[in-house]
């Protein structure tokens, strides 16, 4: 994957459960559990900026960039 959540190390790094940051950000803790895995194919802006906010972070600390180029799904 080109892309790599790292939601689970920051979440761990401010002492916060996901089941906390749900609340706070107003999602579903399946939704969370789908972008934490790696799993999501995409995260709304306003999402992600409620994220950094509770996290007091920057999205650069959520997503990582391996330097690869992901291929596309051939349909």
């Known amino acids: 994957m080109a ?3 790292c939601l689970e ?3 761990k790094a401010r002492g916060m459960t996901s089941k906390e ?5 107003g999602i579903t ?8 895995s ?8 306003h999402t992600l900026n409620r994220i ?3 996290l007091d972070c ?13 291929a596309e799904d051939e349909t």
Do not use: P, Q, T, W
């Open 3 to 5: 892309i790599k959540v």
């Open 9 to 11: 190390e920051v979440l």
């Open 21 to 25: 940051l749900c609340a706070k950000v």
């Open 29 to 36: 803790e399946a939704n969370l559990s789908i972008l934490r």
């Open 38 to 45: 790696g799993k999501a194919k995409g995260v709304r802006f």
């Open 52 to 54: 950094c906010y509770f």
């Open 58 to 70: 920057d999205v650069g600390d959520i997503l990582k960039c391996d330097g690869e180029l992901e």
